[in-house]
Every structure is written in structure tokens, then in C-alpha cells.
């Protein structure tokens, strides 16, 4: 893993390969806040973690979401993150499937200190991935696109911090 995280992009450097939907990538990012005790409680882990995030412009679930995992990576000096097109890295995507069967993005793979994958996390935050699965799948993708850019908005990525949080938590 350590191979294709060096040669990843840094997030400011991906920022600026992102054509679609360009101007919401960049609101995100700037928008984005991390809850002091979030970053306390990272701060607090004994290990340096890497993230390396497999994500594509065009996902309105990556616009929204890895940003803020980027806010968190900017405000932690115990890790960094890098991130890789999906389509361009079929390999690390088919191991990390959601549900065993669909390439869905975003994704964030947790590796520390020496580059070792310890664990991996999304496509999205727990409520709106049952949502999704249970409810979502049946809309039309206008309708789909309307619910989820309402969660993401109200929910501001605190869910995703957390989520990250508790499987870093579980390892460390």
C-alpha cells in the first residue's frame, strides 16, 4: 500500500484536477469544520495514521464527504491523506466492495505508521447508507440526489468524523 499512497495525489493537488462539480468541492472544503473534541481525541492516539481515499469528481457522495476527511487530515498532525482516482485503481477498490459486490466511493482505507491497511471505511455514514440501501435505490436519482444533499448539509460531516474516529478507536 505504501507504493500507491506515494504516488497519490495530496488533496490540494487533487482539488485542482477536479472538472466536475468543481466549485461544490472547493464550498465543501472551505466550509468544512472539525469539532474540537474530535480533534482532541485523535490528537490522543499513540499511532501516526495514513488515509488514502479512492474517489472520482463526479460522486456527489465524494464531493461531499471527502473534504471534510481532508479538513480532518489539515487539523491532525497524526495523519495525512492522499487520494487516488477509483477508476484508475480498480485493484485497491475490488478489495474494498461494498456489500462484497459494488464499487462505491468514496472509500478510506486506514493504514498506519508503516503503511499497513488496518481497516477501511464508506461509502457513506452508517444512517445514510441504510437509507440508501432500504429506501434510496428505488428513487429516481433526482430524488435520491435531493435526500442525500439534505443530510449532507445538516449533518456536516459530523457522522463521517466519528465514523472515522471509532474504527481508528477500535484498533489503536
Not at 477498490?93 to 508503516?114: C, K
Request: glycine share 4%; charged share 30%.
Amino acid at each position: 500500500m505504501q507504493k500507491h499512497y506515494r504516488r497519490a495525489l495530496e488533496f490540494s493537488e487533487y482539488l485542482e484536477t477536479v472538472q466536475k462539480n468543481r466549485e461544490l468541492w472547493h464550498q465543501v472544503y472551505e466550509r468544512a469544520r472539525v469539532p474540537e473534541q474530535a480533534l482532541k481525541e485523535l490528537e490522543n492516539s499513540v499511532r501516526n495514521w495514513h488515509f488514502l481515499v479512492l474517489s472520482e469528481d463526479w460522486c456527489s457522495d465524494a464531493v461531499n464527504l471527502v473534504p471534510v476527511v481532508a479538513c480532518l487530515a489539515s487539523r491532525a498532525s497524526n495523519l495525512t491523506l492522499r487520494v487516488l482516482p477509483r477508476d484508475e485503481n480498480l485493484d485497491i477498490m475490488d478489495a474494498h466492495l461494498t456489500n462484497g459486490r459494488s464499487r462505491s466511493i468514496p472509500i478510506v482505507v486506514l493504514l498506519d505508521e508503516n503503511f499497513m491497511e488496518k481497516g477501511w471505511w464508506g461509502p457513506r455514514p452508517k444512517p445514510i447508507q441504510k437509507w440508501f440501501v432500504e429506501t434510496g435505490i428505488n428513487m429516481t436519482s433526482e430524488e435520491r440526489s435531493m435526500h442525500t444533499r439534505r443530510y449532507y448539509a445538516k449533518d456536516k460531516g459530523e457522522t463521517l468524523i466519528s465514523e472515522l474516529l471509532d474504527l481508528m478507536g477500535s484498533i489503536s
